[in-house]
């Protein structure tokens, strides 16, 4: 029996999320949580729409249960793709089935979604939310938001070039050469530098721009040109690593200097986005309006309000001949490898938290800290508490 004790049980529930394929642990991944003295429950079905069976999970140590609420009661600690926060309207049918001191580790968009974080606080549930974690080297291996990205940036390629009238590459052929396609990336982050990898290696002629001039060597390393434009971005980034607001002045500068390179391309993708924030408006109808017809425009950040003033989510729009794509959730229906990368992300989190078949709460550590919300029946996260307007007076107690 106390050896029993030792050994921290992880549930993995099925996703209720509409059109949601991913699973957050996968099978083959499945094994070096066991390795590392973990006892993995997962409920039935959880991995199909990843194209994962129950019997894979069976055969690699998982055990599988029929019910969502034998998942809950036998674990310690839940992971999830989208806990509740994230998935607002089916979320909330989980709040029963957590219980004091339970752990859940998962995308909660918390930022946003003070009601669904102040909930599962009142049931005394830590949670552990992937988006906050600090852009730091020794976190690199638990930055899920990076590999999401990264197949965002891929799949939104695919996407134009499916709506594209013409084909990406330059191609000499009997009836004469057909000329590539002209690709324009906003946004050289993790999902716009994907882009670019993935147009290039279709063949299109790729052009981005990124107000951080530091990224220019990597966006020439992968055969893009970059758009340089005498514009002061100043301090783009926060302290943790992730994408300022700006002014509206700099964002209407961006647009005059940007609508030039916008018109003479066939594809735009657009990737900027500000967590907790509604995104920058880069490509105005005007602007739309100025392309080419059968041209295409991918707006990666549709769910937050959209970098195409145009954009809408979910949606297709045709504008003056223009295909703009509003696509959400993008790395859900690449669900295998998204589920994999992601698994891959745990692991190591879990791996940083676990210590001697527990979680360990140290909050000296940049990465526990920035990740945890909630603790004892309360928010502890002290960005949320800035945002949500706690008080921190009484923060010390919630440690």
Same mark, same amino acid.
């Given at each position: 029996?106390?050896?029993?004790?030792?050994?921290?049980?992880?549930?993995?529930?099925?996703?209720?999320?509409?059109?949601?394929?991913?699973?957050?642990?996968?099978?083959?991944?499945?094994?070096?949580?066991?390795?590392?003295?973990?006892?993995?429950?997962?409920?039935?079905?959880?991995?199909?729409?990843?194209?994962?069976?129950?019997?894979?999970?069976?055969?690699?140590?998982?055990?599988?249960? =029929?019910?969502? &609420?034998?998942?809950?009661?036998?674990?310690? $600690?839940?992971? *999830? @793709?989208?806990?509740? #926060? /994230?998935?607002? !309207?089916?979320?909330?049918?989980?709040?029963?089935?957590?219980?004091?001191?339970?752990?859940?580790?998962?995308?909660?968009?918390?930022?946003?979604?003070?009601?669904?974080?102040?909930?599962?606080?009142?049931?005394?549930?830590?949670?552990?939310?992937?988006?906050?974690?600090?852009?730091?080297?020794?976190?690199?291996?638990?930055?899920?938001?990076?590999?999401?990205?990264?197949?965002?940036?891929?799949?939104?390629?695919?996407?134009?070039?499916?709506?594209?009238?013409?084909?990406?590459?330059?191609?000499?052929?009997?009836?004469?050469?057909?000329?590539?396609?002209?690709?324009?990336?906003?946004?050289?982050?993790?999902?716009?530098?994907?882009?670019?990898?993935?147009?290039?290696?279709?063949? =299109?002629?790729? &052009?981005?721009?990124?107000?951080?001039?530091? $990224?220019?060597? *990597? @966006?020439?390393?992968? #055969? /893009?040109?970059? !758009?340089?434009?005498?514009?002061?971005?100043?301090?783009?980034?926060?302290?943790?690593?992730?994408?300022?607001?700006?002014?509206?002045?700099?964002?209407?500068?961006?647009?005059?200097?940007?609508?030039?390179?916008?018109?003479?391309?066939?594809?735009?993708?657009?990737?900027?986005?500000?967590?907790?924030?509604?995104?920058?408006?880069?490509?105005?109808?005007?602007?739309?309006?100025?392309?080419?017809?059968?041209?295409?425009?991918?707006?990666?950040?549709?769910?937050?309000?959209?970098?195409?003033?145009?954009?809408?989510?979910?949606?297709?729009?045709?504008?003056?001949?223009?295909?703009?794509?509003?696509?959400?959730?993008?790395?859900?229906?690449?669900?295998?490898?998204?589920?994999?990368?992601?698994?891959?992300?745990?692991?190591?989190?879990?791996?940083?938290?676990?210590?001697?078949?527990?979680?360990?709460?140290?909050?000296?550590?940049?990465?526990?800290?920035?990740?945890?919300?909630?603790?004892?029946?309360?928010?502890?996260?002290?960005?949320?508490?800035?945002?949500?307007?706690?008080?921190?007076?009484?923060?010390?107690?919630?440690?």
């Amino acid at each position: 029996m106390a050896e029993e004790t030792k050994q921290i049980i992880v549930g993995i529930p099925k996703e209720t999320f509409l059109n949601e394929n991913r699973v957050a642990v996968t099978a083959d991944i499945a094994p070096l949580f066991i390795k590392s003295g973990m006892k993995l429950v997962v409920e039935s079905g959880a991995g199909l729409n990843a194209g994962i069976s129950d019997e894979f999970y069976k055969e690699k140590g998982v055990e599988v249960v =029929a019910s969502r &609420k034998d998942v809950f009661d036998k674990s310690h $600690v839940i992971l *999830q @793709v989208r806990g509740y #926060g /994230a998935n607002p !309207v089916n979320g909330s049918s989980d709040l029963d089935l957590l219980r004091d001191d339970q752990s859940v580790v998962s995308f909660f968009e918390p930022l946003t979604a003070k009601n669904e974080i102040n909930a599962m606080a009142e049931r005394g549930v830590n949670l552990f939310a992937v988006e906050m974690m600090p852009r730091i080297t020794r976190a690199q291996s638990m930055d899920a938001l990076s590999s999401m990205a990264t197949i965002a940036g891929y799949k939104a390629v695919l996407l134009a070039s499916d709506k594209l009238p013409k084909i990406f590459p330059m191609l000499m052929t009997a009836a004469g050469t057909i000329s590539p396609a002209r690709v324009f990336v906003i946004g050289a982050g993790v999902a716009g530098l994907q882009a670019i990898a993935t147009a290039k290696r279709l063949g =299109a002629v790729v &052009k981005a721009y990124d107000v951080r001039p530091a $990224v220019k060597e *990597q @966006v020439e390393s992968l #055969g /893009a040109t970059f !758009v340089e434009m005498e514009i002061d971005a100043g301090d783009s980034e926060d302290k943790g690593g992730y994408a300022k607001a700006m002014d509206e002045d700099f964002y209407r500068r961006q647009r005059e200097l940007m609508a030039k390179v916008v018109a003479e391309s066939d594809v735009v993708i657009t990737t900027a986005a500000i967590p907790g924030k509604t995104a920058p408006i880069l490509i105005t109808g005007e602007m739309v309006r100025g392309m080419k017809r059968g041209s295409v425009i991918v707006d990666l950040a549709a769910e937050r309000g959209g970098n195409c003033e145009l954009s809408q989510p979910e949606k297709t729009v045709v504008e003056n001949g223009v295909t703009i794509l509003g696509p959400i959730n993008l790395p859900s229906t690449v669900p295998f490898h998204a589920s994999q990368m992601y698994s891959r992300n745990l692991l190591a989190f879990m791996k940083h938290l676990v210590k001697e078949g527990k979680i360990d709460f140290n909050m000296d550590d940049e990465i526990t800290r920035d990740t945890l919300l909630t603790r004892r029946g309360k928010i502890t996260n002290s960005r949320l508490r800035e945002i949500f307007g706690i008080d921190s007076g009484s923060k010390k107690e919630d440690q």
